[in-house]
């Protein structure tokens, strides 16, 4: 009987160090800087034997994103104005906004959930999600899933 494949979106600090040292690795046999796996794995301090353990089981969220819808939920200050700056970092980004639902403010905070179509003009989805957490008045961020 085949497994059947979970997946995680989590972030950065939480992933084993090995496991980073297996995407730079990627990154720099993609960039052709190394011609081998030996020598990428050198580079970055990990065994051959550990870049192909994990090889298809680790990739950049943004680089896996390009052509696929991403929904995220948002809590947020009911405040004038800061869902316009959240859509607006989007538009900067070249992301395609496919739905939004706003709930109804509780106690001066709400909820919003965005569905955005990622093109391969977006910018580096990763970046653009740091850029709506940096915002005042956003209190949270969480990633919902990836088509």
């Known amino acids: 009987m ?8 989590i972030r950065e600090k939480a992933v084993p160090e090995v496991l980073l040292k297996v995407v730079e690795a990627k990154r720099l046999l993609e960039s052709e800087r190394v011609l081998s796996v030996q ?10 034997s550990s870049y ?3 090889q298809n ?9 390009k052509g696929k819808t991403v929904t995220f939920v948002l809590q947020m200050e ?6 316009s700056l959240v859509l607006n970092i989007v538009a900067d980004f070249g992301a395609n906004i496919l739905t939004i ?9 709400a909820s919003l959930t965005l569905s955005i179509e990622v093109l391969p003009t977006t910018g580096d989805v990763s970046a653009m999600i740091e850029k709506i957490e940096e915002q005042k008045g956003v209190h949270y961020l969480k990633i919902l899933g990836r088509e």
């Open 2 to 9: 085949a497994e059947k494949s979970r997946y995680f979106v």
């Open 39 to 48: 020598e990428a794995a050198e580079r970055v301090g990990i065994s051959r």
């Open 52 to 54: 192909y353990k994990y």
């Open 57 to 65: 089981d680790i990739f950049p969220f943004h680089d896996e994103a």
């Open 78 to 83: 009911d405040e004038p104005g800061l869902l």
């Open 101 to 109: 639902h706003q709930s109804i403010p509780i106690n001066g905070v």
